[in-house]
């Protein structure tokens, strides 16, 4: 395992990839189980920097650009992401009085 | 203008005249329609006219219809004495039935009139296509069209359950001729590689194909040629509604008058004649063939004639002497004697017209009455059409002076002379129909002008017809009069216009008529007179034998044996096919499919909660069991 020079002080890489791990499991947890629409945004946030930790980490080690390059990338993405679920959050509040995400099931068979 | 131009607008007049009139005709005024319908038929009279009198002769092609490989057909038109002989009758009798319709169909409200026009100029363009084509494939394209429009016109008012049924009864008949026709063609196609009138003959003549080296004499008879002739005969026999494809003819009555004058007595019933006439090459060379088309005729001839004795409907008792007249000239083409039989054709067309036209103003003048036992007395009420229906009977009988005599008198003494067997028996046969045929037009006259009138009588002070309808019928009346003046070589002495001018295209007679037949004829159509005079008395002789009558009036029960073999087989197979087939096997499956997927849907759209959680596990799932195989697939 490589190690990361962190302000002088070295650390294993494989901190980084346990602390995104973990992060990404919370995230997960979180959009399985709130029923908050707002928290289940906040939660995909929470896995996709999960990820570019992950992706920032690699790319030191491999001392290569393109994994930062890609992190640049999804935070584009979740900008626009986020801007698209909360407006459609917001619209939904205009027309429906929703208590949770569960009140959405029009889909159920 | 050169001939072919004026061949062709023969076709296109009256094809104009039926598209103006279907496209615009009920919207136009009423004249129009009484200029236009006539007039293009007139028209194409004139053109015919100029045709004849500049004793054009030519085989026009105009384009190349189909091309492939070594098959091509042109379209093309062949100009002759036989086929302006026919444009002539066609154009010129179909002009003043046309213009009778005139005053017939005056009651007709707009559109109806203006479709009735359309139909019979549709008639007109198809019939003389038939006579003008100049190959096999534009012979069926006419022989189809000319079933298709008398179907319009049969059922012209379909309203009526009864002129429906037997509009589609034949067009049936007549498809099971058209099939004969075209295989028939195809045979011809296969022996001759040709389908060109010019092609196939000149074939016939040097004994083979027109593409090859020719070096052989004329062909013999040979199998194929037999099956292609009897195979065209198998057409000629439907159209013209000879045995045993007859039973249309006399339920096409239902049709109006004048559509029965037009097309089922003086034109396309005698399509298959002209069929014949066509064909001689062939038929000369396919002496089975050749000789059947005597014997159906002369057979048909009488049986069609017996069967008119008792029935009371007066255009039935026309329809079924038609038949029977068109047996004769079956008889005539079938024994060599084309142009006897053309010129029976003639004047056929001149007295059966005249006979139907002034039955029309006598059916008009009756209010739709048809029954002849509800008339009687009309000869001091209706007296032109009297003289004239008066005048049509006897040149149907074939009473001297008139044109039937001359024309009958021809083929039968044609047949008597002939050397061989056949001549003699079918001779025998059309002897024994002339004085039938005295008999039952002796009774339809007797029945319906003579005596005192008939107090089932619907109207009491009949009106004579409006001169639109008298004059065509006069005009008829006329030519049936004089007509035989042109064709006096029944008597010895005289012109002979329509053989000398026939015999230049049609095989001539190959024997002389000896004068025995000339006195044999005389006496014929001497005691065929008598018994029209005879049939004045005849009811009491018909009552004494009321089997025959039965067996009559059923019409020999042909109609009864064809519903029993064909109609209710038929009927029973699409039962089975509808109850055992069609609903268990066909509905049942399309059904079953959806039925099947709509239980399957219900149980798999149980999947669907509805939540998003739900959905995100199973996603999450799915990327959990990818990674985990990836890991797999590394680690070993």
Known sequence: ?109 | MSYSVLALLILLLPAAGAILLAGRGWRLPRIVTQIVGPGVVWAAFVVTVVLFFNQVNGDFTYWTWIKSGSFEVPFNLLIDNLSLFMCLVITGVGGLIVTYSVGYMAHEDGPSYARFFTYMDVFIFSMLLLVLAGNFVFLIVGWALVGLSSYFLIGFWYERRSAVLAARKAFVMNVVGDVGMILGAFVVFVQFHSLTFAGVFRGLVHGCAPTLSCIFGPVPDSGMIELAAFLLLVGAVAKSAQLPLHTWLPDAMEGPTPVSALIHAATMVTAGVYLVGRMHPIYDVAVYAHGAVAIVGAVTALFAATIAIVQTDIKRVLAYSTMSQIGYMFLAVGIGAYSAGFFHLLSHAFFKALLFMAAGNVIHAMHDEQDMRKYGGLWGQLRPTSIMFLIGALSLVGAIPFVGFFSKEGILGAAFSRPGNLGLTVWGIGFVTALITGLYTGRMWWMSFAGKPSAQRPVEHPHEAPPVMLIPVAVLAVLATVGGLIQTRALGIGPSLVSDYLDRVVTGQSWEESSFAVYIGLVTMLVAGLLFLAAYRMRPLTARFPWAQRVLEHKYYFDELYNAVFVRTLDRAADVGFRDVETPIIDGSLAGAGTRTTWAASYASLLQTGYVRNYTLVFVAGAVIVAVLLLARFAS
């Open chain 1, 1 to 109: 395992m490589g190690k990361l020079d962190i302000g002088g002080s070295q650390l294993d890489t494989s901190w980084f990839l346990l602390l995104g791990a973990i992060l990404f499991t919370l995230g997960t947890v979180g959009v399985l189980v709130r029923r908050n629409p707002l928290i289940i945004l906040i939660s995909i946030e929470l896995m996709l920097n999960a990820v570019n930790l992950t992706l920032i980490a690699f790319s030191r080690q491999l001392e290569n650009i393109e994994g930062q390059l890609f992190a640049l990338m999804t935070m584009t993405v979740a900008a626009a992401e986020a801007v698209v679920g909360l407006a459609i959050l917001v619209d939904i509040f205009r027309v429906r009085d929703l208590e949770d995400i569960d009140d959405l099931s029009e889909l159920k068979g």
